[in-house]
């Protein structure tokens, strides 16, 4: 494990947060900026309202005519798992609201690459729709939405991404992110853009139908949390409701059979789902279709109401985890080989990692672990399966640096250097000429550089302090997971402390099982992943509080992130 700066965050009032929460739950709400007891509050009631999503009400309509007609709708989806979860959330919900017929269509990233392009556009000539819906995309496919609507389409844009300076001349767009939209979230995702859509026009349908009886789209809210958990977009109160609510139905056995399938492949308990297990266990396996093969596996896995069927569709996406992950591990240990003498004095601050033989489904993953582990912004390159001569770019980001926004300065500086670009703070995809990579590494190293400073680039992880020994118990463990969904901008708790190594051993194939002992003498498990055993007797340690079933029994368990010799 990385040598990092364990920094506590400062003590906070907690005092104005609700008196029955545990104590230590307080004080983490209140470390996150909790400032009212409303946020504690996860009922769908609290859902902020969509009348100031900008044009959602000319979408719905626009929707809920098709609907009324019997047209064709097609879903023109993306190849990650926000996308899959959107593209199933609005054939489920659609076809339960009446649509005759509903179709989804998503890129092949290979082929087409990302968004609404005129190429996935005439792979839906045959089923000839007359409304094309997009999620996750579409607000900088220009040329995606032209061919559509010149193909005979009326075309809805969803999106959640940051919109480019001219918009494309859809029908309707509907994206808290674009230009003079009131909407409170702007850290809604793909599929949350889409739920709200559909309630809008389950709305209208309620309007111009009074007397139908028509179903609740709460029912769809398992797939809403796994794109929202998927897609790393900061959980703010609004997004924490949409998760703890799918949460709830996937504990109760309420969720879509592909999700329940690919929980139990994980081997994860969904009456005890959290977001984690969504994260760590189930995003990685439908995103890997999209990675490796053709995310429609994905999608259909999320449709199938056969558990039988869901079951054989997840266990294709168990496989391709599995060889995702052969892949991701050797490029990833050809990467830190090739920064291993670059970064020696650590003087170069934005990174640049390719090999002529990387598999471009799996370079944003490898860029994650690369900044993980360097605590630096990184792209990381493989060359167009489609045309060689080019090369396919992810990057991942740390605070303080805008990847788009970096990427948007290097194109500025030096015109036509990128190909073509789009993303986020914290995560972009790119392309460009592989006889420009030279240049672009200078160029990233250089922006890099002129934005970030000594501080930013020290990796400090905050920490909420230390525990009591009499707070290492399962009543805490169990509180702080039921106070989640943690995630993104509202991070899970983690803890440091001292602690006694009274045992130790190596599990599976590089997993450390112990037993530790507090400073009063309290015993507790811990278990370390990738790690190697420790020889001091005390240890200093990085940890989340966590209860562990094992064999029909649960008890207290610190997960260790880091340690190192007291």
């Given at each position: 494990?990385?040598?990092r700066?364990?920094?506590a965050?400062?003590p ?12 230590v739950v307080?004080?983490?709400?209140a ?5 009212a ?6 009922r769908?009631?609290?859902l ?10 000319i979408a719905?309509?626009l929707?809920?005519?098709s ?14 798992a926000?996308g899959?979860t ?7 919900g659609?076809?339960?609201?009446g ?5 989804a ?10 968004g609404l392009s005129?190429?996935?556009v ?7 729709p ?7 995309n579409?607000i900088?496919s220009?040329?995606?939405v032209q ?5 005979g389409?009326?075309v ?10 001219t918009l ?14 009131q909407?409170a979230s702007?850290a809604l995702c ?6 709200y859509l559909?309630?809008?026009?389950r709305?209208?349908?309620?309007e111009q139908?009074?007397s ?11 797939l809403?949390a796994?794109?929202t958990?998927?897609?790393v ?5 609004n997004?924490?409701?949409l998760i703890?609510?799918?949460l ?6 309420r969720a ?12 994860r308990?969904?009456?005890r789902?959290?977001?984690?297990d969504?994260?760590f ?8 279709a999209?990675r ?10 999320l449709l ?8 054989a ?10 060889e995702r ?16 003498a ?15 033989d990387?598999h471009?489904g799996v370079?944003g993953l490898?860029?994650?672990?690369v900044?993980e582990?360097?605590?630096r ?11 060689p001569?080019?090369?396919?770019g992810?990057?991942?980001s740390?605070p303080?640096?805008?990847l ?7 194109e ?6 990128i190909?073509k670009?789009?993303g ?5 995809g790119m392309?460009?000429r592989?006889?420009?990579l030279?240049?672009?590494?200078t160029?990233?190293?250089a ?7 000594e501080?930013q680039l020290?990796?400090i ?10 707070e290492l118990?399962l009543?805490t463990?169990?509180a702080?997971?039921?106070a ?5 901008g509202?991070?899970a ?10 045992d ?8 450390v099982?112990?037993?530790l002992?507090g400073?009063?003498?309290?015993e507790i498990?811990?278990i370390?992943f990738?790690?190697?055993p ?7 340690v990085l940890?989340?509080l966590e209860?562990?079933?094992?064999r ?15």
């Open positions: 494990m990385s040598e700066i364990w920094q965050r400062p906070v009032d907690d005092s104005h947060l609700p008196r029955h929460l545990h104590p307080r004080r983490v709400y470390a996150r900026g909790m400032q007891q409303q946020e504690a509050d996860l769908l009631q609290h902020l309202r969509p009348e100031t999503l900008s044009q959602l009400d719905a309509r929707v809920a005519e609907v009324a007609a019997g047209h064709r709708i097609a879903i023109a989806g993306d190849f990650d926000d899959a959107a593209s199933a959330v609005c054939v489920r659609l076809t339960a609201l649509a005759a017929e509903v179709k269509f998503v890129p092949d990233r290979f082929r087409f690459g990302y005129p190429a996935l005439g792979e839906m000539a045959d089923y000839a007359q409304l094309l819906i997009t999620v996750d579409g900088s220009h040329a995606g061919a559509a609507q010149q193909a389409m009326r809805v844009v969803t999106d959640h991404h940051l919109a480019p300076e494309p001349p859809a029908d309707a767009i509907v994206n808290p992110n674009q230009p003079g939209d909407f702007k793909g599929v949350g853009v889409a739920f559909l309630s809008a026009v709305r209208v349908l309620a139908q009074p139908r009886d028509l179903p609740k789209l709460a029912q769809f809210l398992d809403v796994l794109g958990v998927a897609d977009v900061t959980l703010d109160h997004n924490r409701i703890e609510q799918g709830r139905r996937i504990r109760a056995g879509a059979p592909g999700v329940l399938a690919l929980l139990d492949l994980a081997g308990d969904y009456t789902a959290t977001a984690q969504l994260a266990a189930v995003a990685p396996r439908l995103n890997a999209g490796l093969d053709d995310m429609s596996v994905g999608i259909r896995c199938a109401d056969d558990p039988m069927e869901a079951r569709l997840a266990a294709q996406l168990d496989a391709l985890n599995r992950r052969q892949i991701q591990d050797s490029m990833h240990a050809d990467a830190l080989d090739d920064l291993a670059l970064t020696a004095d650590s003087s170069q601050v934005g990174l640049v990692v390719t090999r002529p990387w471009e370079v490898v860029a994650s672990k900044k582990e360097r605590h912004p990184v792209v990381a390159f493989a060359p167009s399966a489609a045309d001569a080019m090369l396919k992810s990057g991942r740390i303080g640096f805008h788009r926004d970096a990427l948007a300065e290097i500025a500086s030096s015109p036509g250097l190909d670009f789009g986020h703070a914290m995560a972009a392309s460009l592989s006889e420009a030279d240049a672009f590494v160029a990233f190293d922006v890099a550089r002129k934005h970030l400073d501080q020290a990796d992880r905050l920490t909420d302090g230390e525990l009591e020994d009499h118990t009543e463990a169990s702080l997971e039921a989640g969904p943690w995630g993104q509202f991070e708790p983690l803890f440091q402390g001292r602690f006694q190594l009274l130790q051993r190596v599990v599976g194939e590089r997993h099982k112990l037993r002992a400073g009063s003498g309290v498990a811990g370390a990738n790690a190697e420790q020889s001091a007797q005390a240890v200093d940890y989340r209860a562990n079933e094992f029909g029994y649960i008890n207290p368990q610190l997960v260790i992130e880091d340690w190192r010799p007291a």
